[in-house]
């Protein structure tokens, strides 16, 4: 008798994180304890949709983790906007632990999904910095790379991104098939540098790097 099928899919989707992004079994644990958690809280807080759940490697481990080659592997400090349940960013934590210097912020205005996201580090054994706070109430400080997922629009990401700006800040930002239209909207305000790398996750997807972003109206403030 063959296994169910959401066993196979996530199968699947861990041989190709080894594979194809050298994730290590450990790290795969990590996930484990992290989905063992989600499934436990997601009926009493809203943390991803129900539909998404039951595609957890797929929709969110590795949409998370196909952003980790993009970035620089100098990166050290990162911060992530709107983290929610913990895409990308405590995702990508998780993969940096490896690494052993690198820093991950996590900013999230939901009082319960800061609570879930460190008891997930917890479970996870991460360290990780989780900021309970709206992004505009935060003090922005210069990162290498700044990540956000379904967070809001690109135009108004590079707004919230612009005071994390460094020389050589990456953006990267998953986003689907409105990404065109976002892009043309953005650049009304803002010239910018930008590579729409193909999802690894989702064929209607992409991620979306931009660098070296600096408004039409001239030098931003928060
Ligand atoms: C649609 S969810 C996306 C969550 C996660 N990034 C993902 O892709 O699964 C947006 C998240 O941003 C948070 N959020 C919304 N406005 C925010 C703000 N101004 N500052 C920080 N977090 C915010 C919400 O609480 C929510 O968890």
């Known amino acids: ?21 050298g994730v290590s079994r450990e790290t ?4 484990e304890s992290y989905e063992a958690l989600l499934t436990k809280w997601a009926p009493r807080i809203n943390l991803v949709g129900a539909s998404t759940l039951s595609a957890f490697w797929q929709r969110h481990i590795l949409d998370s983790v196909q952003i980790l080659p993009l970035a620089s592997p100098q990166a050290q400090t990162w911060v992530d906007f709107g983290t929610g349940a913990g895409f990308p960013g405590l995702v990508l934590a998780a993969l940096l632990a490896e690494r052993g210097s690198a820093q991950v912020q996590l900013v999230e205005a939901s009082a319960k ?9 917890r479970a996870m054994e991460i360290t990780v910095e989780i900021t309970h706070a709206k992004l505009e109430a935060v003090t922005p ?18 707004a919230y991104a612009a005071p994390w700006q460094g020389p050589a ?17 953005a650049s009304t305000n803002w010239l910018f540098t930008s590579t729409i790398h ?3 996750s989702d064929t209607r997807g992409c991620v979306l790097e ?12 928060s």
């Open 1 to 21: 008798m063959s296994a169910p099928k959401d066993d196979r899919d996530r199968e699947a989707v861990q041989v190709r994180l080894m594979n194809a992004y």
């Open 210 to 221: 931009i660098t070296n972003w600096q408004s039409k109206a001239g030098p931003t403030s």
């Open 28 to 31: 795969l644990r990590r996930f």
């Open 113 to 121: 999904r800061c609570a879930f996201l460190r008891e997930a580090a």
């Open 141 to 158: 400080r210069p990162v290498d790379v700044v990540t956000a997922r379904a967070f809001t629009a690109l135009d108004r990401l590079l």
């Open 198 to 200: 193909p999802s690894a």
């Open 169 to 185: 800040t990456q953006a990267l930002f998953p986003k689907g098939e409105e990404v065109s239209a976002e892009l043309e909207q």
